[in-house]
Structure formats: C-alpha cells, structure tokens
C-alpha cells in the first residue's frame, strides 16, 4: 500500500503547478517584446560615444533593467522545469573560473575585487555542467549584491573529510552586512528574497539543483562582518 503524501509535499507539488503555468504564460507574453526592447537599446548603444552624460546614464539604466526582467524570467522557467540527469565529469575549478568571467565586469562597477584561491588538485566531478554554473554564477551575484563598493570577495575551492567521506568545497566570502539571524531560516525557501527587484527563488533553485546530484548549500554570517557561503559536493555519487 502506498504511503499518503505527506501535506508539505502536496503545498510543494501546487506551488510548481502554478509557478509553471506563470512561467508559460510570461514566456509567450514578456519574452518576445523584451527581445525586441533589448535589441533597440543594443542597437542604440552602438552610437553611444555620440550621447551626452545624461543620456548615456539613462541607455545604461535601460539595458539594465531590460537584463533584470530577463533574469527574473528565466529565474521562474528554471525553478519550472523537471530536473536534468545529463551529468558528465568536469572541473569544478573551471566552472568557477567561468562564473568568474561573466560576472567580473559586473563586480567592477562597484568596484569589487573577486579574488580567486583554487585548489589544483581536486579531481573531476560527475555534475550536470550548465546547472552547477547557474549556481555558482547565483551565489557569486548574491556576494556582488551584498557587498560594499570597493571591497573584496573571496572564492576558494578546497577539499575536506566528513565522516570518512571525501567532498569538494566551494567558498564564496562577502564583507557585507551579513544575514540577520531573524531570516536565517527562510534563506532557502522558495519565494523569499529581501532584493527589491528580487523573485525569491535563486537560493531556492540553487538549492534544488544542488540536491539532484547529493550536494548541498550552507552558509555562516556574521551581522556587520560579512556572509560566507559554502557549496559541499562529494567527490562521487551514490558510492560511485
């Protein structure tokens, strides 16, 4: 005889069910025009060294915004969509050499320096590549986020026993303003966010990914010190 679901497992289930049917209805009615919004402001930056201070600093506003909206679409499709199983063996330092990359310009207009501590002599990972990047690039933004300008981040690979079992460590450290103790819990759940442009599902997805492939998230803050965010992999899955 089969188990009744438990309550929480159904709220989790309807939760998804609503979320996919906003996630199809925003794709066919924000993404199209978006693109074309996004294309016109690409197209007029290519004249920007024509445009006077002001109007550059409102081009700049535009496009950022533009890209926010899109963010936070895919954002809402990827917690949407059914888990991926294709996992293939990669460097977890080069992905955060890639996360690094795509956000460094990014980082550097808040004059934020990421500097990067690897450990060269982690093996290669069973993951899903393009989903651990999203990680990585969603917890690396949230430092950017949380940090001061003209400050540091830290991110660092490293390895650790637990328990006899070897896992890989992914570090990320802010100096920001840490993470009140009073929404210490609700950092993971799902539509929780104190961004005001935020959806509250970054963590939450990371989160999710994460467990697909027997990983987790934790983090430790200090209020005034700053955030440090730990992504813990093991170094094979299911006793492989």
Not at 122 to 139: D, F, G, R, T, Y
Not at 177 to 195: A, H, L, M, N
């Amino acid at each position: 005889m089969d188990t009744p679901e438990r309550p929480e497992g159904l709220v989790h289930k309807n939760k998804l069910l609503l979320i996919g049917k906003l996630a199809a209805t925003l794709s066919h009615e924000i993404r199209s025009p978006l693109s074309v919004l996004k294309l016109n402001l690409h197209y007029l930056n290519m004249y920007y060294s024509g445009l006077d201070t002001e109007a550059k600093e409102s081009l700049e506003a535009c496009i950022e915004s533009a890209d926010r909206i899109h963010a936070m679409i895919e954002s809402i499709l990827e917690f949407s969509k059914k888990p991926t199983v294709e996992i293939e063996t990669t460097s977890i330092n080069h992905l955060a050499e890639k996360a690094v990359f795509f956000l460094q310009k990014y980082a550097l207009s808040k004059q934020i320096t990421i500097k990067e501590q690897y450990d060269h002599s982690l093996p290669e990972l069973c993951l899903v590549k393009n989903k651990m990047l999203q990680v990585l690039i969603n917890v690396l933004t949230n430092a950017i986020d949380s940090s001061p300008q003209s400050s540091e981040i830290y991110l660092r690979t490293l390895s650790q026993s637990v328990n006899s079992r070897k896992q890989a460590v992914i570090e990320f450290e802010d100096f920001g303003s840490g993470i009140d103790d009073s929404i210490r819990e609700k950092v993971f759940e799902d539509f929780y966010t104190t961004k005001k442009e935020g959806t509250g599902l970054g963590l939450s997805v990371c989160k999710s990914i994460l467990n697909d492939f027997g990983a987790d998230i934790s983090f430790v803050s200090e209020k005034n010190k700053g955030t440090k965010f730990f992504i813990t992999i093991p170094f094979s899955i299911d006793g492989e």
